[in-house]
């Protein structure tokens, strides 16, 4: 059976196949495709970056209360996107 987990973003609930690991490594959040990383981790549909951002859902689903760096996972996104669509 595959877990299911909440999008932190827009809160649906979905398979975790479905969905972008994250977790947070000195106050960044850190894309974890493989699921390999340790730490406090947060599940997000690719699609509901822009909307996590616009939430904050990363402050509150990491329960932090400094501003988190995600850069990183931007990249990642963008990255992986382009990928998708020189695919097609
Ligand atoms: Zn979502």
Known sequence: MVPIRSCIACRSRESSQ?????????G????????TLNGRGAWLH?????????????????KSGEDLQYQDLEVF???SFMKNKEQK
């Not at 479905?18 to 000195?26: S, T």
């Not at 960044?28 to 699921?35: A, G, I, Q, S, Y």
């Not at 509901?48 to 990491?62: G, H, P, Y």
């Open 46 to 62: 690719s699609k509901c970056f822009e909307l996590a951002v616009q939430r904050r859902s990363f402050q509150r689903a990491f």
């Open 18 to 26: 479905e969905l972008l690991h994250l977790v947070v490594v000195e």
């Open 77 to 79: 996104l963008k990255s």
């Open 28 to 35: 960044r959040v850190v894309p974890d495709p493989n699921r």
